[in-house]
């Protein structure tokens, strides 16, 4: 691992807050671009279960634009080209990637842990690439109106980053723009995600994203030896379905997808079960003088689609595209921080859009159904139509202003 050598004061082109997707893409892109870049990770690794594992087209897209391909594909990962309902019993194909104008005409499931390692590792090759993990950004160094660096705590105690630029690429829970006291705007969704695995079997069906019933969403994702499951419940209830108890729980999931059966009692306890709270938001202005946010950290997302580890990404290559040559000359005005947001604004906003007209048109009413639940016009339509069904993929795995590597 290439670590920088002073344990109390860094200087440094661009400090990193954040080694997730929009961050390590980042650190890697201006590493690759000759720029002195230090990437701040928290944690000890990227181990961390129910993260984002989807990747898109567009993302893969971006992969072969660096070379990095094939080598990529050939870590252990999963493909679909369709994206499916069950509805009521009823199968739907409502998504087909097959006919999109990318190279890679699928969605790959591979976790997140391994994109970041495979990123980490082709990044090192720079030697002006420095990953420091257990290294929390704790507060911004500011002077004279402007951000100049960091402030940082590990296990061997507290050290400084002083950077020309910042960028905040910490997640959803941002301390960076809270500290920066930057406006967020809060959207809003109806839902909460538990995330949970259970054991795979050879027999069970093929992939099968979304399964759906009155009152209940299920979503599946095949990880070769077991299913990542995620169990939609409307917004605030997760207490009140603790309380029903694990086997009314387990139950719940073994009548939405019946070919589990026993595998459910797999979840020994609550501990085995993680809560997403969902929050769709974004910053008004995703900068300030020497800083900018990208990434969750600019505009949290919903699950929906799995969209948002493609729409860091695209932020990244966008950052590295605007900001790269103005940054190996050293500090850069605000003005090139809002370029960034101008060209990443409009798609969000649009990927938003879209993420709230399926919280309420599907997500929401399914959630609080009692009922029978047929799926909805637009639904039937995608599925009985297959020229219809490339619209959501284009969407999905391109989204709105793909970025390409400068």
Not at 75 to 100: A, C, M, W, Y
Not at 149 to 177: E, I, K, N, Y
Not at 179 to 190: F, T
Request: hydrophobic share 45%; glycine share 8%; proline share 7%.
């Amino acid at each position: 691992m290439n670590t920088p050598q002073s344990p109390e004061t860094l200087h440094t082109r661009c400090c990193v807050v954040g080694g997730g997707p929009a961050g390590m893409m980042l650190g890697f892109l201006l590493a690759r671009q000759g720029i002195d870049v230090v990437v701040l990770e928290k944690h000890a690794d990227f181990l961390r279960d129910f993260r984002g594992d989807t990747i898109h087209p567009s993302t893969l897209e971006i992969m072969d634009e660096l070379g990095l391909l094939q080598e990529f594909l050939a870590r252990p990962h999963e493909e679909t080209q369709n994206v499916s309902l069950v509805v009521g019993g009823e199968i739907l194909k409502i998504g087909d990637f097959s006919h999109l104008p990318t190279r890679c005409k699928f969605i790959a499931f591979m976790p997140q842990w391994d994109f970041l390692d495979f990123m980490a590792e082709h990044a090192r090759a720079y030697p002006n690439f420095h990953l420091q993990l257990l290294a929390e950004a704790t507060d911004l160094i500011e002077e004279q109106g402007k951000v100049a660096g960091v402030r940082v705590m590990t296990p061997d105690g507290p050290f400084d980053v002083w950077a020309d630029l910042v960028v905040a690429a910490d997640g959803r829970h941002s301390v960076m723009r809270e500290k920066a006291g930057l406006e967020v705007l809060d959207i809003g969704a109806p839902m909460d995600v538990l995330w949970m695995k259970v054991p795979k079997l050879p027999g069970d069906p093929a992939q099968l994203l979304g399964r759906i019933e009155a009152g209940q969403m299920l979503v599946l994702i095949d990880r070769g030896d077991y299913w990542q499951c995620a169990y939609l419940i409307p917004k605030g209830t997760v207490e009140q379905l603790r309380q029903e108890g694990l086997p009314a729980f387990r139950a719940k999931l073994a009548g939405m997808a019946p070919f589990l059966g026993s595998r459910v009692e797999e979840l020994q306890s609550w501990d085995d079960i993680k809560l997403l709270a969902v929050a769709v938001d974004r910053l008004k202005q995703w900068f300030k003088p020497g800083l900018l946010c990208i990434g969750d950290a600019a505009h949290a997302m919903s699950p929906a689609g799995g969209v948002g580890i493609n729409l860091a990404i695209q932020d990244a290559v966008a950052s590295a595209n605007i900001l790269g040559p103005l940054l190996k000359h050293g500090p850069i005005g605000s003005e090139s921080l809002a370029l960034v947001q101008k060209r990443r604004e409009w798609p969000t906003r649009m990927t938003q859009r879209l993420q709230v007209l399926l919280h309420n048109r599907l997500i929401e009413p399914v959630l609080n159904s009692k009922g029978r639940v047929s799926a909805p016009l637009f639904i039937r339509l995608l599925a009985h139509w297959p020229l219809f069904r490339r619209l959501p993929a284009r969407l999905i795995g391109i989204g709105f202003r793909p970025e390409h590597v400068r």
